[in-house]
Structure formats: C-alpha cells, structure tokens
C-alpha cells in the first residue's frame, strides 16, 4: 500500500498536478483516499522525503521541494527498501544497540565534542536469509536514541526515522576493499582475510547537519556496486546490485 502510495504522489508531483511549494495532501487526507491506515501513509511520505521530492517533517506540512525524478535515495541508504524493490525478501538480525562516549572517527565524522554521546547500531542484513552484510551505524544522540524505543528487526530504520521527522537526504558514499576480521568472518560466514566490499557513508541534513556516520561490509559475492555517469547532465548515479 505504501509503494501505491508514493507511486502515486510522484506521479502528481512528476505531471506538474503538484508544483514545486505545493502542499502535500495531508496523513488526514490520503487516509481517506486510499482507505489506509497512517503506518503506511506515513511510510509513503517518508520514501518521498529521502528522495528529496518533497520537505517537511517535525510538525510542519509535507510540501513538494522539486519535481525531477531521480533514482529514489532511501533506496541507497535503506537496505531493506533496496532488496525488496528486487523482489527479494530482506531480513536482519540486531546483535547491539549502544549508547556510548563517540571515538575520535565519530568525532571528526560527525562534528561532535570529545566524548559527546552516540547512539552506535550492529546489524546482520540478510539477502533471503543468507548473510549478505554488516552494518556498523552510529548516530548523533539526538536521533539514535529513538532507536531504544523501535524493534530493529522489524524493518527499516530510514524509514522509521524519517517518519520521526529526521532529514537524511544527503549523504557522501566511501568505497573500498577491506579484509574480514574474526567478527566479519564469524556473521558473513568467511574465513578470516576474505576480502569484503566496504561502504563507508556519512547522511545529513539538507542543512549539512551530520546524522549518521556507518561502515557498512558486504560479501563481494552477493552484493556488487556500479557508478553510472552522464557526461550531459553532469550527474552520477550508483547502484547496488545482488548476484543472481
């Protein structure tokens, strides 16, 4: 119900029927229109938020931010939004969620005072029940710490974040090659020094306010990454692909 709903919010927003500093019909409203409840409602606008088609949040009214239609961001950030629109079943399983002093790597990464506290996430993301990457995510306190309050495994954290209101659209992307430590090879399944696909990012604000910091490794065998360039449009774009 919620991909029926941002399909169709985008091709509003895509036609021109909602222009750019247009409202967004409300939670209220597209409840009734589609006869839904707001979990999906919510999920909806929250998709269409991490694409950066439309703003809002916080208590203030979702509103169109551009009418260009991208390849949506959230499913970059969002491993359970990413595997699903494959048509394959995610899944995870949560081995921590810590409140901790940050370390001088989160420090300089998230523009944070020595020892300020930090929300840090371990996950074990699964592609059809087969290991496929660990998630190592830290979060500024202000945001991570409504993660206590949600069940990790129960889905996407993008999008429950988002729903909360928290902007993550933009987001800087580091890809390099690491081996697996006695942790990596324990989860992913590999021997020690097993060579992993290592995608560091940092999300933020619009605002440039840093929200997360993660060092996410997967298993090159299942997982790849292809950059797409358009030399017209100055662009880039990178994909995530799962082996067959």
Not at 28 to 40: D, F, T
Not at 114 to 143: C, H, N, W, Y
Request: glycine content about 8%; overall charge negative; proline content about 5%.
């Amino acid at each position: 119900m919620h991909e029926r709903i941002a399909t169709d919010i985008r091709r509003r927003i895509g036609s021109g029927e909602l222009a750019v500093g247009d409202a967004v019909p409300s939670e209220s409203q597209l409840c009734a229109q589609w006869s839904a409840s707001r979990g999906p409602v919510r999920q909806a606008l929250a998709t269409l938020r991490a694409e950066g088609l439309i703003g809002g949040g916080r208590g203030k009214p979702p509103m169109v931010r551009r009418q260009a239609l991208s390849q949506p961001f959230e499913s970059f950030l969002s491993f359970s939004a990413w595997v699903s629109a494959l048509g394959q079943t995610p899944g995870q399983r949560t081995l921590e969620v810590a409140r901790r002093p940050a370390t001088q790597d989160m420090v300089d990464a998230l523009h944070l005072e020595d020892g300020e506290p930090v929300v840090q996430l371990l996950r074990l993301r699964l592609i059809d029940d087969k290991p496929a990457m660990i998630e190592r995510t830290t979060f500024v306190d202000s945001v991570g710490r409504s993660l206590f309050d949600f069940d990790c495994d129960s889905g996407s954290i993008y999008a429950h974040l988002q729903s909360l209101g928290h902007d993550m659209t933009v987001a800087r992307h580091q890809i390099d090659a690491v081996a697996a430590d006695e942790t990596d090879a324990e989860l992913l399944g590999v021997p020690v020094g097993s060579p992993l696909l290592r995608e560091r990012r940092r999300a933020s604000s619009v605002a440039g306010e840093p929200i997360e910091y993660s060092d996410d490794r997967y298993r090159p065998d299942i997982v790849s990454f292809t950059i797409e360039n358009s030399q017209q449009t100055n662009t880039s774009l990178m994909r995530r692909w799962a082996a067959s």
